[in-house]
């Protein structure tokens, strides 16, 4: 719905607004009503429905949040952080799913990459797969080709050392499946694989266009000073939050937007405090990411979740008061235009003076 010769907005499920062409831009958005018919009716009115969005509209507007104004760049680095995080998500379950398949009939490649950071999501796992999408093919494999994918894979030390432990573990003894249902297990092996190296690809496309692009925006270099944001988690934090500072008035605001500020509930003498379960996903996400980052990178943001997990709190929740501090600390510098200042940030509170002896 919206305002009376205001130009009208179809919300995407992106949450980004196509605007059809007219003189004035519309400053509100309602979605349309599509409720189930009631009994005795089979149809429902548009009409009616408009008349009730816009006399709510009328008389109820200080009520209701305007659309934020970002602009044309924010908008664009929202799309492609969005396209990276879901891309990340896809390379996720493309490595469940290769991996659960692997676990039927191939613990040899599974033991061989079992010590890996990126386990199967390694580009020296996966070159050997290519070649050898088989325990039997694996273990026929000779010392050239092994160093070959080993090489191809981008690694540059301790290649004839990798060599030798690959050899070793494919030529253990297996167990196996039978030789014709190890063939056609192995196709499906290769499937898979072409979809995790096309995601793989997809991500890092996506990522190096999301950095090149959130480095342009005036609001990158405030953002990146912060311990723990780089720029692709810096990218993933404007794209949530906007570059509209009129969006977010007070900082309890932003907080509440992210998740990170806890809400309390009462009901006669019960009072209970939890964290909440409405709220922007993708920024709690990322949210996560920076504070676990920022224990390394500031000793302010290691001593602030050394004394809440003192209190009683537990992993997550330390990490998530860290983040709702940090946030706060975000929206201050975005709206005063200032870097972040770990003097400033996280200055230890001032000891009560000793009263002197008598």
């Not at 009376?4 to 196509?18: M, V, Y």
């Not at 676990?292 to 000793?299: D, G, H, I, K, Y």
């Not at 230890?348 to 009263?355: G, H, W």
Request: glycine residues 4%; hydrophobic residues 40%.
């Amino acid at each position: 719905m919206r305002r009376f010769g205001a130009s009208p907005r179809r919300a995407t499920p992106k949450g980004h607004d196509l605007h059809l062409p007219h003189s004035t831009a519309s400053k509100w958005f309602f979605p349309t009503p599509n409720p189930p018919p009631r009994s005795g009716h089979t149809k429902k009115s548009d009409h009616q429905d408009a008349v009730v969005l816009a006399n709510i509209l009328r008389t109820d507007a200080s009520q209701h949040r305007p659309l934020p104004s970002d602009t044309d760049l924010a908008k664009a680095i929202a799309v492609l952080a969005r396209a990276q995080q879901d891309a990340v998500w896809d390379r996720t379950r493309a490595h469940n799913r290769l991996r659960s398949h692997l676990r039927e009939y191939y613990p040899a490649l599974l033991a061989a990459f079992a010590g890996k950071r990126e386990r199967l999501l390694a580009r020296e796992a996966r070159a050997i797969l290519a070649i050898a999408p088989t325990p039997a093919e694996a273990a026929r494999l000779t010392r050239n080709q092994v160093r070959s994918a080993v090489t191809r894979s981008g690694r540059q030390r301790r290649i004839e050392a990798e060599t030798d432990r690959l050899l070793e573990v494919f030529r253990r003894t297996w167990l196996r499946q039978p030789a014709l249902i190890e063939k056609a297990m192995g196709r499906q092996t290769l499937a898979l694989l072409a979809q995790l190296d096309a995601v793989c690809q997809a991500c890092d496309d996506l990522a190096h266009d999301t950095e090149e692009l959130f480095l342009q925006h005036p609001d990158a270099e405030i953002i990146t000073s912060f311990p723990g944001l780089a720029t692709l988690t810096g990218a993933r934090i404007l794209a949530e939050i906007g570059d509209d500072r009129t969006r977010f008035g007070r900082a309890g605001d932003l907080k509440a937007y992210a998740g990170s500020a806890p809400i309390t509930r009462e009901s006669g003498k019960s009072r209970r405090v939890t964290h909440r379960r409405i709220k922007n996903s993708r920024l709690a996400a990322v949210g996560r990411h920076w504070a676990f980052a920022a224990l390394t990178a500031s000793r302010g943001a290691h001593a602030h979740y050394n004394r809440r997990r003192k209190s009683g709190d537990r992993y997550h929740a330390a990490l998530r008061n860290l983040f709702n501090r940090m946030l706060g600390q975000l929206h201050h510098c975005l709206t005063s235009h200032q870097t972040f200042d770990e003097a400033i940030a996280f200055n230890p509170p001032a000891q009560p003076p000793v009263a002197a002896a008598a």
